[in-house]
């Protein structure tokens, strides 16, 4: 069951029309994604690279940078130590490119998701330490590595943090104390003294800022070349990290998109290539749903410097090889995840858990790189927060995804007794178990469960989906010039969503299954103003039609496709345009029914 909300948030439309020339309908779409000022409305709309924050105004920076120009004049052997998922592995990109353009002496280190685990550890200080490393810069990662970087520190090496996640804190009479790791230099513009102007960026960007602060400290600014490589990992790490794209983020993404259209990467393109996605029309879902998950899966079942190694590729040929491995291997990591959402309902159905407010299943034999993406699927068949833990090299590891109304984080720093270590932010996060006081991975998993149920304050309403209409707008009212006006909205993303409109009462008379799988289907529909429109619908058709039946009757949702029928059924839909012979029309895409 859905709860549908009507946006109505309140400015002065007409002024912002003639302002930014543009309609009424725009201007209430912008609104409603919490932009108030009209200096915000020009950069969303508008906003360029020169509209971006200085990278000084990150706490930290003027200390990293001298730090890291001392390290390239002097010769030190520099290690960019980074994650494995998109995010960690743009960053890395980013930091080791830059630097070597910048003359710097400098490799590359990514942890192994299953023998090493997220972000530093004893080992990978341990082999700096033997490879004579003199520096270390992190990346997307080290903000909760306090052990690691004082190891690091009694070697002799210097410690440079550059990551995004939220600092690890302890509650001290009533108040956060925030628990800094010892490093020389901590980038993270989520440091309570932070007075970066926007908080929610990912570690690619962070690492793009520590890059484009160097340049500007030794060359003076960045090279084109070199910031229209970069760019477009900083835009590929936001959308991939699922940051939010407003303020300086939709600008990163809007202009990264453009360099990676024209990109000569040879990795992105041979990437592109085997995926068959056109590079002209390349937008932020390929980023976020092809792209990302087959650099993703390097990580999750392999390991992620094949990622690394793509985008450093200097042959075509060593490119479409890269690539194809990639992509087969984000096949079989396809396969491996519906395998493992049907293991994870039937858990969640066997223990009797779909009554809580936090689900957590414990599937052992799932591998531990696919936990975060099963918990993924789960929270979006269930509307909860969800922990999937499995059995790992380290013992029992989990990754969570969260809804908007649960904090994750926060959550689990509430638990934190539970964990021999734990990171993440709102949305999403990793853990480690600490199983040694039970006889079970289970018994373990059941404490866990009891423990992050207890203390979480969910209720009834924050489990309802909630879909946020835009604007209640007749479909008659919908042209080909509202379609392209809209184009300006994009890149769409979380924080940015596809507008979505509402239509009550129209009359479904006729439905036609299209697709090889006739999973999709096409409605001739006549509406309130009594004029024949078509809408597309690319949702779960068996939903639709028990639907139908539970409303009309038996047999009726089946019967829409047989013959001429009358259902009167309101909707959500979004707008696009269907071109088809060289022929343009506008497509009404239904999202929501009731």
């Not at 779909?354 to 099963?374: C, M, Q, R, T, W």
């Not at 009550?504 to 439905?511: N, P, S, T």
Request: glycine share 8%; with cysteine; aromatic share 8%.
């Amino acid at each position: 069951m859905e709860k549908w909300y009507i946006s109505a948030k309140k400015a002065d439309f007409n002024s912002w029309s003639q302002k930014f020339a543009i309609s009424p309908v725009l201007a209430r779409i912008i609104r409603n994604r919490d932009i108030v000022e009209e200096e915000a409305v020009y950069r969303f709309l508008q906003g360029e690279l020169k509209d971006c924050y200085s990278p000084w105004l990150l706490q930290g920076m003027e200390d990293a940078v001298n730090l890291i120009i001392k390290g390239i004049r002097e010769k030190y052997a520099i290690r960019i130590i980074g994650d494995y998922d998109v995010d960690g592995i743009c960053s890395s990109y980013i930091l080791t490119r830059g630097l070597r353009q910048l003359g710097a002496n400098v490799d590359t280190a990514i942890p192994h998701r299953i023998h090493d685990g997220y972000g530093l550890n004893d080992d990978l200080i341990e082999e700096a330490r033997k490879d004579g490393i003199n520096m270390i810069i992190t990346c997307d990662n080290g903000i909760a590595a306090a052990g690691q970087i004082q190891l690091a520190i009694d070697y002799g090496m210097t410690i440079i943090i550059t990551d995004h996640h939220e600092v690890p804190y302890v509650e001290d009479q009533g108040e956060r104390r925030e628990i800094l790791p010892p490093a020389q230099a901590i980038v993270n513009p989520k440091q309570s003294g932070c007075s970066y102007p926007y908080k929610n960026i990912c570690g690619g960007l962070v690492a793009y800022k520590v890059i484009q602060a160097l340049t500007e400290r030794m060359e003076g600014r960045m090279q084109e070349h070199l910031q229209d490589d970069l760019l477009q990992f900083a835009a590929m790490a936001t959308v991939c990290d699922v940051m939010e794209l407003r303020d300086e983020n939709r600008i990163i993404v809007k202009e990264g998109l453009l360099r990676l259209r024209k990109s000569d990467n040879l990795g992105i393109r041979a990437l592109l290539q085997v995926n068959n996605i056109n590079q002209d029309q390349l937008s932020a879902y390929h980023l976020g749903f092809i792209l990302g998950p087959s650099l993703n899966a390097a990580g999750r079942l392999d390991t992620a410097h094949k990622s690394l190694e793509l985008l450093e590729c200097g042959t075509w040929a060593e490119a479409v090889s890269c690539a194809s491995e990639l992509k087969a291997l984000n096949d079989s990591r396809k396969n491996l995840t519906l395998q493992g959402v049907e293991a994870a309902e039937t858990y969640l159905k066997e223990h009797n858990l779909l009554n809580d407010k936090v689900f957590v299943a414990y599937l052992p034999e799932v591998h531990e790189s696919l936990a975060g993406i099963i918990a993924g699927r789960i929270r979006e068949n269930h509307q909860h927060p969800v922990f999937i833990l499995t059995r790992g090299e380290e013992g029992i590891k989990g990754s969570g995804r969260s809804i908007e109304t649960y904090h994750m984080y926060e959550g689990m720093t509430e638990v934190k007794h539970l964990f021999i270590k734990f990171g993440g932010h709102k949305l999403a996060a990793g853990l480690t178990l600490d199983s040694r006081d039970y006889e079970t991975g289970e018994d373990a998993a059941a404490a866990f469960r009891m423990a992050i149920n207890q203390n979480c304050q969910l209720g009834e309403e924050d489990f309802i989906p909630k879909i946020h209409i835009d604007i209640p707008m007749p479909v008659d009212y919908a042209d080909m010039t509202l379609c392209r006006e809209l184009s300006r909205l994009e890149p769409y993303g979380v924080g940015n969503p596809k507008p979505l409109f509402a239509q009550k009462e129209l009359h479904f008379m006729r439905g036609h299954k299209m697709g090889a799988r006739q999973n999709c289907a096409r409605f001739q529909v006549i509406t309130p103003e009594n004029t024949r429109q078509e809408l597309v619908f690319f949702g779960d058709l068996e939903q639709f039609e028990t639907f139908l039946d539970h409303k009309y009757g038996d047999g009726r949702g089946q019967l829409l496709y047989l013959q001429n029928c009358d259902y009167q059924v309101s909707v959500t839909y979004q707008l696009g345009i269907n071109s088809y012979r060289g022929k343009e029309k506008v497509q009404f895409v239904m999202q929501n029914y009731c």
